[in-house]
């Protein structure tokens, strides 16, 4: 199996040289050093979600929810602000909503035995319907005085580079060094693998599924000020949004099998790439809104084919629920 | 006393002193003939509001501004909240038609959907009007925004901004199935049309999100440093737009225009902060007591529903650094709901 995650993943990489060699030859304009930070700076937040996700589709499991922990918990620090609250009591506060939040996914999948896919579709509405009713005013909530100096989170440049890489790159570390250097990492690959081995061989496997949900929350909420900080509000209702599908077509695209155990950041760094080397080559080009879905669907397409060509389905990789 | 000594002196005063005072003592009050009627008119009758959404600075201020103006009367007040659901939207209208409200108020997602379904509440004896966004049946009345006008406005005043300058431009639109997005674009198109000397360089739609309005135009200034103005679509989205404007470092250099309800903190103090340059504003809070009034006038007239149809296209505001700081120029949410 190891043979063909790697053909998968220079599959995506030739894809990937590919586009960005044809757009730096006939593009004008794309192959500048200030237009490859933009590339990165407009991706940064979409591949910090891509980490997100990664964890628990490696763990055998995906979560809808994730675009719920990027909206309302920073959504929450915002509007805390806005009422006069002060700004490490709206994040503390917003912190302890985030991981609340990840526990009950986690309790849901890992002690309820729910499918990952429906009980975090449901929690992902339970939350977004939360933050709509009870703690938002407005469906955008706007930067207040209070915030000010936050906003370096997301906008401005830190040795040349744009604040937004930064915080992808460090998010990039924290879970490679998560996933590859920690016992928790390594349980996470197993119970992805089989869940069942994994547990016979006496793994925890149900806190360890927990945890992957917390800390999937957690980075969400994480991607969620960082955008916040970078267009200076929470537009609260991109929860509706399609976001969640280019989340998962980042983590496909990259080589991360949805059947669990295989993968890890460097696959996500991929994806991110040739996401963000099509989107800004067809802004580049000015290519019309349904034709960059048409481009963005075929190729999402193209990896869940190519996906299910090179790790087929079978009874032992099938799980309920699966997508 | 010497002066009543004269007894046609004296009489004259007391008729003077009872001619004064005699319509105060007959005084019993006349009835105004009108206002009871309108009273009952109004008392005990059903308004359903029907938004694409509520959560946002525009069905909140219509919601407050009409809630203000019409429960002091007794008039019941529904809502409908569609939640950005075209669906959901029409199953509210359908029901409703049953319900028999006296007046619907219907914020219409597009053109089409809702069209067929107002027709046939009018025809059942419900008063419709439509707010910002009307549909291909035009009813009772119209309150809105003259999308085309704005689209005109903002283009306007991009190209006297780029007025010896670069003459390059982007367009950042909303969703394209929203027909406020197209017809603003109608408007941008008339303004250029007269304008052969703009090129503009990007034409994209953003879909209402602040994050894509951000991506897309900071691609668009990496490939044109020069530009001198963007046409956006909505002040909501295009906080994203000034983001990008102002990590280029570009303010005052790019001309920024946008639209919107007006809502301060959405509008005035981000031109004050000088992320927009023109900010075109359809005055939530004077749009809800057109509203407010049409729906008066309706109900106390008892005239047929679909038998009048009229339309009050609303005066837009133009929010520039001038008037930003103006108390009337932009409204406060929670000011308006008190």
Redesign the interface.
């Known amino acids: 199996m190891k043979r063909f995650r790697f053909n998968q993943q220079e599959i995506v990489f030739a894809v990937f040289a590919l586009l960005f060699l044809v757009f730096s030859i006939f593009l004008r ?1 794309f192959l ?1 050093p ?2 490859m930070l ?2 990165l ?2 991706v940064a ?1 979409l591949g910090i979600l891509g980490l997100a996700m990664a964890i628990v589709v490696i763990g055998r499991g995906i979560d809808i929810s994730l675009i719920a922990a990027l909206a309302v918990p920073p959504g929450l620090v915002l509007q805390m602000v806005q009422n006069g609250h002060s700004l490490p009591a709206s994040l503390l506060t917003a912190v302890l909503l985030t991981i609340a939040f990840g526990l009950v996914n986690g309790w849901l999948i890992a002690y309820a035995e729910v499918p990952s896919l429906f009980a975090t579709l449901a929690t992902g509405l339970l939350l977004a319907g939360l933050g ?1 009713t009870a703690l ?5 909530v ?1 930067w ?1 005085p209070g915030m000010d100096g936050f906003e370096r989170l997301g ?2 440049t830190i040795l040349g580079i ?1 604040t937004s890489i930064w915080m992808f790159a460090i998010a990039c570390i924290v879970v490679a060094f998560l996933l590859r250097q920690t016992r928790w990492g390594a349980y996470i690959y197993a119970i992805g693998d089989n869940p069942y081995a994994a547990r016979v061989t006496g793994i925890p496997s149900r806190p360890i599924i927990v945890l992957q949900y917390v800390i999937t929350a957690l980075i969400g909420c994480f991607a969620g000020l960082v ?1 916040a900080a ?4 929470m ?1 609260t ?2 929860f ?2 399609t976001l969640i599908y280019d989340v998962i077509l980042v983590v496909v695209l990259g080589g991360i099998g949805l059947s669990g155990g295989r993968g890890g950041v460097l696959n996500v760094v991929i994806g991110t790439l040739v996401i963000g080397t099509m ?2 080559g067809m ?2 080009m ?1 290519i ?3 034709g960059q879905n048409l481009i963005k669907g075929v190729v999402l397409l193209l990896a869940v084919i190519t996906d299910s060509f090179l790790n087929p389905r079978n009874e032992e990789t099938a799980q309920q629920g699966d997508i | 006393m010497k002066h009543f000594g004269n007894p046609t002196k004296a009489i004259v005063a007391a008729l003077g002193l009872a001619a004064m005072t005699a319509p105060a003592l007959a005084q019993q009050g006349l009835d105004e003939p009108f206002q009871k009627p309108f009273k009952e008119a109004l008392a005990g009758k059903t308004v359903a509001y029907v938004p694409v ?1 509520m ?3 525009l069905t ?1 201020g219509w919601y407050a501004g009409l809630k203000k103006e019409l429960e002091p009367f007794g008039v019941k007040f529904v809502i409908r909240d569609a939640n ?1 659901n075209t669906n959901a939207g029409a199953q509210a209208v359908t029901s409703l038609i049953s319900e028999k409200p006296a007046v619907m108020v219907v914020h219409n997602p597009d053109v089409q959907t809702y069209a067929k379904l107002l027709q046939r509440a009018e025809n059942e004896g419900i008063y419709v009007i439509q707010i910002n966004m009307g549909s291909a049946y035009r009813s009772s009345a119209f309150v809105g925004a003259n999308w085309v006008e704005i689209g005109e406005r903002q283009t306007e005043g991009v190209v006297k901004a780029c007025e010896g300058k670069s003459n390059k431009i982007a367009i950042i639109q909303g969703a ?1 199935s929203a027909a406020a997005s197209a017809y603003t674009l109608k408007g941008v198109e008339n303004v250029l049309a007269k304008h052969p000397e703009i090129k503009v ?5 953003a ?1 209402w ?3 894509k309005a ?3 135009t ?3 200034l ?2 044109n440093p020069d530009l001198c103005g963007i046409v956006g679509f909505w002040d ?1 989205m295009d ?2 737009t ?2 990008a404007v ?2 280029a470092g570009l303010i005052g250099k790019v001309f920024v225009a946008t639209s919107g309800g007006g809502e301060r ?2 509008a005035c103090e981000l031109v004050k902060s000088g992320a927009f340059d023109l900010n075109m504003s359809y005055d939530v809070p004077t749009q809800a007591a057109q509203m407010a009034g049409t729906i008066k006038w309706l109900l106390s007239s008892g005239i047929k529903p679909g038998s009048v149809k009229g339309s009050e296209y609303t005066t837009l505001i133009p929010i520039t650094k001038e008037n930003a700081d103006s108390q009337m120029a932009c409204w406060n ?2 000011d308006l709901k008190k």
């Open positions: 304009g500048t200030d237009n933009t590339l700076q407009n937040v709509q938002f005013q407005l469906d955008v706007q207040s906008q401005g744009p955008m970078s267009v200076n509000s537009p209702r991109i509706n949004s989107l800004n802004t580049i000015d019309s809104y349904a | 959404a959560n946002f600075d909140e950005w394209l360089v990007s034409s994209q739609a879909d999100d602040a994050a951000k991506a897309i900071q691609t668009v990496k490939q909501g906080i994203g000034a983001a102002k990590e903190k959405g949410l929670s």
